[in-house]
């Protein structure tokens, strides 16, 4: 063999050799939605660049939440990047639990993601978690049984003119309710939906001195009007349904208005799926007057723990998959209605994006939403549908619980109020906040 | 005319357990039906029983987004080596409960069913802790050791019972016959109980198999079985009910096909000692 034979071999090897040594293997644990798996379908783009390699650990939300809070507060180590929301990330920011996403690089264009989306995942000015997709709340409604009605949809609809659009387009005897909302229990379910609703009466969770504030009036308000509208409009059963089950009503043509999250807008819009694909228009989440919609906010956004070995690794796979160039590769392969939205300012300046029927709609709400300023009076928290403080999930899951026997006429109204109030007051005060 | 009786109430007893067993069978069977249709389908508002076009579509997306030989392999190590781990613990102890009891035995035997009653959730975090310590996270043989001794109490309390079925005598003529403690377990007691050992071991390796709440909180990618398989297509912002149901059915199809040929056994070993 000659010189030259030899010394180009051992280069090769030796190439081979740093590239096995840097290239690592991620656990990334997500999400089981749309676009999270879609993201799975792509990963040999991401290796093919890096030559990282991946392993998807999918779970359902609040499996996904459980188990990430479970290896994040011990240390676990089992995952590299992990799937979480706008709740935790603030909090565990705050903690020190996740790396911070500095030293992004230019390529990667950090200012180009939406200021709601960065400042709901940042605390301190620091970004902790890269938006993959973000999403509000809007009006969804059936143009066609609309019009029936006699009824024209603003843009920007009042609670007022939901209640009787509703109440003109339920058709009991076709099996049509005017409006289908989420009434489950559950936090992230009715919870939820009911603590976007109540900004725009007026209410708050906590006043600034952290006291619970079901008591007021601002609260029976938006309870009352909600059970009376559902009661009058709604489906049977309502106080069991979430996103899914509202979904299901909404697709096979059941449901006159639907306000739910603004990803919901490519389900119901999708001819495979829905029977009502062609009669769907959209509109703002709803208001009082009070300066505030009832719309929220929400990110599902990539974060790496502290403690992870891979570092370097992770943070290249969070700017490839919150990229520019992977809503290209998306777009490319399976048209701009299918890419990660909500997240990047430069998608909504994209001549091809705008033909997509609910995207204006989509960043309206987004950027009507402000997590740091949610409640016509002042309060102490961040966020829209949730206060973003750790013991908020366990409240607000308690609380949600009481809201919904007394949409199932368990209980009055008053009722779950007072319940809510002490339920509260007591957690607040077993955790140091009074 | 009495045996007109007879045969009227074995009628209507049969059609009574058919119904009784059609009932609880549904689910499975509504899920294994929904897995052949679409989406669209699957939430159709009458639901479609059994006219719509059947598809396999659903099988090919979970085939491709999921590997599910290595779930499978995961499950079947999981389920096996805890249940045969906890039988091997479980003999000695039933042995000396069943043949030697001491006056404080019956506490014994309730203390260790008691365990069952805590909610597992409440140790999830010293037991996370510990497996770190270990760097037994995400591996089959943590997973193996956790789940064996979830299901001891079980394995010991089933043993227990048919053990006291077999007369001591027996096992006296054998010490009498100068057989070993060793030898008088493995060669006269084990065989005279392996129908209750075979029931035993049938019945915690289903419940190892379907045991969801260790196996998704302890793993992540690479000792994830098949409860974290179906765990993967749940979704409460999305309706995937039929691509859910698809990996429901290939999921529960092994342990389905196992309790179809070993029901004579299984129900032999749930009603022995149940009448005397």
Redesign the interface.
């Known amino acids: 063999m000659s010189l030259k034979k030899v010394l180009g071999v051992t280069t090769a090897l030796s190439m081979l050799a740093v590239t096995g040594a840097l290239a690592e293997t991620l ?1 990334i ?1 997500t ?4 676009d999270m ?1 879609r993201m ?1 379908k792509y990963t040999d783009d991401f290796t093919k660049k890096t030559g990282h390699d991946v ?9 996904l939440r ?2 990430v809070t ?2 994040i507060t ?6 590299d990047i992990m799937t979480i929301g706008m709740y935790e990330t603030p909090i565990w920011g705050k903690n020190g639990w996740l790396v911070p996403l500095n030293g992004l690089s230019a390529e990667y264009d950090v200012d180009d993601i939406l200021p709601a989306m960065s400042g709901g995942l940042s605390y301190d000015g620091t970004l902790y978690a890269a938006p993959f997709y973000g999403e509000s709340s809007m009006v969804m409604y059936r143009a066609d049984l609309m019009k029936k009605a006699g009824m024209d949809m603003p843009e920007a609809p009042t609670w007022d003119f939901i209640r009787k659009a509703a109440a003109a387009m339920t058709d009991r005897a076709n099996e049509i309710n005017g409006i289908c909302l989420r009434g489950k229990a559950g936090w ?2 009715g919870g939820a939906f009911i603590t976007a609703m109540s900004n725009s009466f007026g209410a708050r969770w906590f006043d600034e001195d952290w006291n619970a504030q079901f008591d007021t009036d601002e609260w029976a308000n938006t309870l009352n009007f909600y059970k009376g509208m559902m009661e009058e409009s709604g489906p049977p059963g309502y106080a069991t349904n ?3 089950e509202n ?2 009503l909404f ?2 043509g ?1 449901c006159g208005m639907w306000i739910d ?1 603004t ?1 919901a807008a490519s ?1 119901v819009t999708n001819p ?4 009502v694909a062609d009669k769907v228009g959209f509109a703002l989440a709803p208001d009082n007057g009070l300066g505030k919609r009832s719309n929220w906010l929400w990110a599902w956004a990539l974060a790496i723990p502290s403690g992870t070995q891979k570092e370097d690794a992770a943070k290249q796979f969070i700017e490839w998959a919150t990229s520019k160039g992977y809503i290209e590769l998306v777009a490319e392969n399976e048209g701009w209605a299918n890419v990660p939205p909500g997240a990047r300012k430069s998608l909504y300046d994209n001549p091809n994006y705008k033909d997509v029927p609910f995207a204006k709609m989509t960043l309206d709400s987004i950027l009507s939403a402000d997590p740091n300023d949610s409640t016509v009076k002042p309060s102490p928290y961040v966020g829209i549908q949730f206060a973003a403080i750790p013991e908020f999930a366990g409240i607000a899951t308690e609380v949600s619980q009481e809201f919904s026997a007394a949409y199932a006429g368990q209980q009055t109204v008053e009722e779950a109020l007072e319940k809510a109030q002490a339920i509260t007051d007591e957690a607040m005060e077993a955790a140091g906040y009074k | 005319m009495a045996r007109d009786v007879t045969n009227n109430r074995k009628i209507i007893n049969t059609a009574a357990a058919w119904a009784i067993g059609l009932l609880i069978f549904f689910p499975i069977l509504w899920t294994i039906l929904t897995s052949f249709k ?3 389908q699957a ?3 009458p639901p479609l029983f059994l006219f719509f076009d059947w598809t396999l579509e659903n099988y090919a997306v979970v085939q491709e ?1 999921s590997n599910y030989g290595r779930f499978l392999w995961n499950s079947i190590m999981i389920a096996g080596g805890s249940t045969v781990l906890g039988i091997i613990i479980a003999i000695p102890a039933a042995w000396s409960m069943a043949f030697v009891p001491s006056k404080r035995t019956k506490d014994i035997l309730l203390w260790m069913l008691s365990t069952k009653m805590l909610p597992a959730v409440g140790v ?2 010293p037991i ?2 510990i ?2 310590q270990f760097g037994l ?2 591996s089959v043989l943590g997973l193996t050791v956790v789940l064996m001794l979830i299901n001891l109490p079980i394995i010991v309390w089933m043993l227990y019972t048919y053990f006291r079925e077999i007369p001591g005598e027996i096992l006296e003529a054998a010490r009498m016959d100068g057989a070993s403690l060793s030898s008088e377990i493995l060669y006269v007691l084990t065989p005279m109980a392996i129908p209750g050992i075979a029931s035993t071991l049938l019945l915690n390796f289903i419940l190892a198999w379907n045991e969801a709440f260790w196996t ?2 302890l793993t ?3 000792a ?1 079985p098949l409860t ?1 398989f179906i ?10 009910y039929a691509k859910l149901s698809a990996a429901s059915t290939m999921a529960i199809l092994p342990i389905l096909i196992l309790g179809w040929f070993s029901q004579k056994q299984l129900v032999r070993g749930l009603t022995f000692g149940a009448v005397k």
């Open positions: 656990t644990a999400v089981n939605n749309g798996i799975q392993e998807w650990v999918t779970l359902e939300e609040n499996v459980q188990r479970t290896d011990t240390r676990g180590g089992a995952f992230g379910e979430g996103f899914n979904l299901s697709q096979q059941k999250a990803v389900f495979n799926d829905s029977t | 679409t989406e669209a939430i159709n508002d987004r999830l975090y996370y802790l497996f770190i996270l995400d998704l909180n992540a990618a690479k994830a974290a765990a993967s297509y749940s979704s409460p912002e999305g309706l995937f």
